[in-house]
């Protein structure tokens, strides 16, 4: 089973800045696109930013000119660069991943990670 593992996530005060990495666990050809999104408990899971094969990027109006999507098909990482960070950013954040072919034939069609918390102090 293809794993999505997270790290970067931490404490960081009112407008300082943290990366977040998602590096997935096995080799593929091909991921059409992969993101990242946040949750407060009880809340539903909402898009930050996500970025596809191609390199075409969307954000969420809240993050847009602070936060920065990208991705490394050859480290098999997409990186979250988050800077100007609010008290309002503190959240679980996953990475996700869609429609993943790996070299060992598997097809999985959505994966996530296990989540890493990000908390802003203000």
């Known amino acids: 089973q293809v794993q999505l593992v997270e790290s970067g996530g931490g404490l960081v005060q009112a407008g300082g800045s943290l990366r977040l990495s998602c590096t997935v666990s096995?080799?593929?050809?091909?991921?059409?696109?992969m993101g990242w999104y946040r949750q407060a408990p009880g809340k539903q899971r909402e898009l930050v930013a996500a970025?596809?094969?191609?390199?075409?990027?969307n954000y969420a109006d809240s993050v847009k000119g602070r936060f920065t999507i990208s991705r490394d098909n050859t480290k098999k990482t997409v990186y979250l660069q988050m800077n100007s960070l609010k008290p309002e950013d503190t959240f679980v954040y996953y990475c996700?991943?869609?429609?993943?072919?790996?070299?060992?034939?598997?097809?999985?069609?959505?994966?996530w990670g296990q989540g890493t918390l990000v908390t802003v102090s203000s």
């Open positions: 096995e080799s593929y050809f091909s991921i059409s696109a």
């Open positions: 996700n991943a869609q429609n993943i072919v790996t070299t060992s034939g598997y097809r999985y069609r959505e994966v």
């Open positions: 970025i596809t094969n191609g390199g075409s990027t």
